[in-house]
């Protein structure tokens, strides 16, 4: 009887195809952004030690500096579409646990807390991100003089739900465990 | 129970969390509703500043000649979405107090918590998604983020309903259960 919920259920399923669609959108936009990265990169670099060995990553108005600095966003960008592939990816599975069965299992606790650490680490790098182009600025572009930080405070939020949810779902998965023992 | 101990520790400081913030929440949108409400007052729409930040304010502007209504009004309309918007931010809190606070109690996996989870989803909707996203580009208010109806937290909403949904299922699945043991 329940393993056809997953088909009937119309937020399920479009949250499950959602979630996987977004999985792989973002995974290959991770890889494009990481792959882009690491050639001009090594454009950059091969241009910064040999400036003649190879036809010019930067035109004469484009400092080497400013290639290397789109190579930077990119290695930030590619670990960040990454992670929320992830996220996706594991809401996903929790979403299937219900196709499956019962979805009240310590597994799906263990994802909402892997939701929940991503988002930790998204804002951590959306921080980091903010404090290296404001450094970069410093260096480069003496008329930025003010920190802005787009480091969203929302995924920090985000995260601290999540792990209040996991812990809500350890707790009810570990009350359920007890009650099989028990009968 | 042997986890009871080590979670309480976390439910208690994060009710206490949520009931203050949705005290917050709720007190500032009272207050952007007593402010909505002094601003249609006679005082108010009198004096000269007010005028002029009325009949210069683009969104005001642009919604006073889209619905056809005086500028006074137009504004009004305009701060009643903020004042839904932090409502919606307070009921969210409640909503995870409430939710807390069944855990604490002994019944995480419970129907009332999985139409709060529900509850949960449909305020940052209505919070993000509509009263930011949809009136930033709606009225094109500069003041407002017209990404958030696709932003992280309306996302969230619909994850949270999706997460409602797998409660929903898990309680009907045990209910099953005990039906039949």
């Given at each position: 009887m329940h393993s056809s919920t997953l088909e009937n259920d119309w937020l399920l399923k479009t949250g499950r195809l959602g979630a996987l669609f977004l999985r792989y959108f973002l995974l290959v936009f991770a890889v494009i952004a990481a792959v882009i990265g690491v050639l001009i990169l090594m454009a950059g670099m091969v241009e910064l030690i040999a400036p003649d060995t190879i036809s010019r990553v930067s035109d004469d108005d484009t400092p080497v500096s400013e290639v290397i600095g789109v190579a930077a966003i990119l290695a930030v960008l590619a670990p960040a579409l990454w992670l929320s592939s992830r996220f996706f990816a594991l809401l996903a599975q929790i979403i299937a646990t219900v196709g499956e069965g019962d979805p009240f299992v310590a597994a799906n606790a263990d994802r909402l807390r892997g939701m929940g650490v991503i988002s930790l680490l998204l804002f951590a790098i959306s921080l980091a991100a903010g404090l290296g182009v404001f450094a970069w600025t410093q260096v480069y572009d003496d008329t930025v003089e003010e920190l802005t930080i787009d480091a969203s405070l929302e995924s920090l939020f985000l995260a601290v739900l999540l792990f209040i949810l996991a812990r809500v779902f350890r707790h009810g998965a570990a009350m359920r465990e007890d009650l099989e023992g028990t009968v | 129970m042997r986890i009871s101990n080590e979670t309480a520790t976390l439910y208690v400081p994060v009710q206490l969390a949520a009931a203050l913030l949705a005290l917050l929440f709720a007190v500032g949108s009272a207050f952007m509703l007593w402010l909505a409400l002094d601003t249609l007052g006679e005082t108010a729409t009198a004096s000269g500043t007010y005028r002029a930040f009325v009949t210069s304010f683009q969104p005001v502007v642009g919604l006073s000649q889209a619905l056809g209504i005086s500028l006074e009004a137009a504004d009004f309309v305009s701060r009643l979405f903020l004042v839904a918007m932090l409502a919606a931010i307070a009921a969210f809190f409640v909503q995870l107090g409430l939710l807390v606070n069944a855990a604490r109690m002994g019944a995480p996996f419970s129907r009332a918590n999985a139409g709060r989870l529900a509850w949960m989803g449909w305020s940052l909707i209505l919070a993000?998604?509509?009263?930011?996203g949809l009136v930033a580009i709606l009225f094109a208010d500069p003041t407002f983020d017209q990404w958030a109806i696709i932003g992280l937290l309306t996302l969230m909403g619909f994850v949270f309903l999706v997460l409602a949904k797998v409660f929903r299922h898990g309680v009907a699945l045990a209910e099953d259960l005990e039906g039949t043991v």
């Open positions: - | 993000f998604g509509v009263c930011e």
